[in-house]
């Protein structure tokens, strides 16, 4: 329940019924609408009449075991690419927080510099660049990318949960005689990884979703072989649903992947001293300024949030 | 050197088309934006649904399967538009939920005593979202909505897939014709993409600590 607005009274429940009904409506009709311009026989460029979208000749490909094979393989080569990047991101992020955290400034201001670079350049450019200048192949050059720009946003993300620890860690570890770096890799980095662990997961459905960049440059991949060169295979009138089984299939797994991290920030934010960490997350949150569009932001709402989960 | 100061025209014709693009579809977003996120906190379980479903489904969909649905379904279906059109839709869609997601979190980061305190004085719902949350989420809202652009000014790059003349397809077409001079060409593009975001990204880091001193 929201501060915003009072517990409803018998005239406000009234009227709310009435507005949410209203507006079930309008969103109703809207999709009716769309579904009866989307079934509306259309005329194409060349002046000949197309069946409409839910016209059965339109889908009846989805029978077709050979189209089912081809989507396995664009499958499998967007999931390999998402998995090496992935793999490659979380060593590269670790290294980088390693660095930002050293004491010697001859490490730490040249791991500032490149985290900042790579956040800020378009994955694209950066593929680009890979498969341009190390002739490297468009699948080492997306994965390159994509490691390299996750490894620095992960990278951030670790050295936020690593400063946003209580002091008394590291400085107990050191007491009872470990050195600064086992203090790092024994103390401290478990724990802000576990904590931040909502955050990189966010960010691996984020670089699930930029796999699709490397169809720009020409890797095989879902977008590439369903999309592209369906069409042509299969002939152009299945254009319509091959988005639409393309578009499921990233929604499927990207959702799957969501919902897994609010599971895991969930039984961190259960307890005493999880829901300290879960608080200390939150803060960490509001440092990286919510990890922008890049990282899809978690629903744990606060206090006040009225989104009615 | 000389591939980019030969080609130097075609360079900042592309760099106007990827400002263009972040403008109109930056300022098509926020209205959306605004939109979803008022619907995001009114007390109407049916928009509150609609918009939570809207966000979700768009922010799990790849950018360039959304640029791909502009530029090649929507034709399919009878939309005739150029290019650059399609990718104007296709960034202002793909950004709007984020740019909603950035002002919910503004509007949260504002103590609930705040609203509390204008409800216990009898304002209404939309007194007290008007006059006392909204004024003090914006000053919260600007460095989360910064971020949401400077990743806009990125994802114009997805464009160039997608026959949009912009920073990148310029590099890759004045690459075909000097392939030697690759790195200086990609690095002149990363410069000019670092003229965009880097100033934004001072400001943001300027506001928030003003906002943080303010608090």
Request: glycine letters at 10%; hydrophobic letters at 55%; charged letters at 15%.
């Amino acid at each position: 329940m929201s501060v915003l607005y009072d517990v409803p009274g018998p005239r406000a429940r009234r009227l709310s019924l009435i507005l949410s009904i209203v507006a079930g409506l309008v969103i109703l009709a809207g999709l009716i609408w769309m579904v009866v311009f989307l079934a509306s026989p259309r005329v194409n460029a060349g002046g000949v009449e197309q069946p409409g979208i839910l016209d059965p000749s339109r889908w009846d490909i989805l029978r077709d075991l050979a189209f089912w094979r081809r989507v396995g393989v664009g499958l499998t080569a967007t999931l390999q690419m998402a998995a090496v990047a992935g793999v490659l991101a979380l060593v590269i992020g670790t290294l980088l927080s390693l660095a930002r955290t050293a004491r010697s400034a001859f490490i730490r201001v040249p791991a500032v510099v490149l985290v900042e670079f790579f956040r800020g350049m378009p994955v694209l450019l950066m593929m680009l660049f890979i498969l341009l200048v190390f002739s490297s192949g468009a699948y080492w050059a997306g994965v390159g990318a994509l490691a390299l720009y996750n490894g620095a946003v992960i990278g951030e993300a670790l050295r936020a949960g690593i400063a946003s620890l209580p002091r008394g860690q590291r400085e107990s570890g050191l007491a009872i005689g470990l050195t600064p770096l086992q203090v790092r890799f024994t103390i401290e980095f478990p724990q802000a990884f576990r904590q931040m662990l909502p955050i990189i997961i966010a960010q691996l459905v984020v670089l699930l979703k930029d796999t699709s960049l490397a169809f720009i440059i020409g890797y095989q991949e879902l977008l590439n072989i369903v999309l592209r060169q369906g069409p042509t295979t299969f002939g152009s009138r299945y254009l319509f649903t091959f988005f639409f089984v393309v578009w499921a299939i990233y929604l499927a797994v990207n959702l799957t992947l969501s919902w897994i991290a609010r599971l895991v920030a969930r039984r961190t934010s259960a307890g005493g001293v999880a829901a300290r960490r879960a608080r200390r997350t939150a803060r960490v949150l509001a440092q990286l300024g919510g990890a922008g569009m890049e990282g899809a932001r978690l629903d744990d709402p606060p206090e006040g949030d009225s989104s009615g989960h | 050197m000389d591939a980019i100061v030969e080609n130097f025209p075609a360079f900042v014709g592309g760099f106007l088309m990827t400002v263009r693009l972040l403008v109109i579809s930056g300022l098509g977003a926020l209205v959306i934006g605004t939109l979803v996120a008022a619907m995001r906190i009114s007390p109407i379980p049916a928009l509150r649904g609609f918009v939570t479903t809207y966000t979700e489904i768009v922010r799990n969909t790849p950018l360039t399967l959304v640029l791909f649905f502009c530029a090649f379904v929507l034709p399919s279906l009878g939309l005739r538009l150029d290019f650059v059109a399609f990718a104007l839709i296709g960034l202002t869609v793909y950004t709007s939920p984020f740019v909603a997601e950035a002002l919910r979190s503004g509007i949260n980061g504002v103590p609930v005593g705040q609203a509390e305190a204008a409800r216990a004085l009898g304002l209404r719902f939309g007194q007290t979202v008007g006059l006392v949350v909204l004024p003090q989420a914006i000053r919260m809202v600007i460095p989360p909505l910064i971020n949401v652009l400077i990743a806009l000014t990125k994802n114009t790059s997805v464009a160039a897939g997608f026959s949009v003349l912009e920073l990148v397809a310029v590099s890759r077409q004045v690459i075909q014709f000097n392939g030697n001079a690759t790195i200086p060409i990609l690095i002149a593009v990363a410069v000019f993409y670092l003229l965009i975001t880097i100033p934004l990204g001072l400001i943001a880091g300027r506001l928030e600590r003003r906002v943080v001193m303010g608090r």
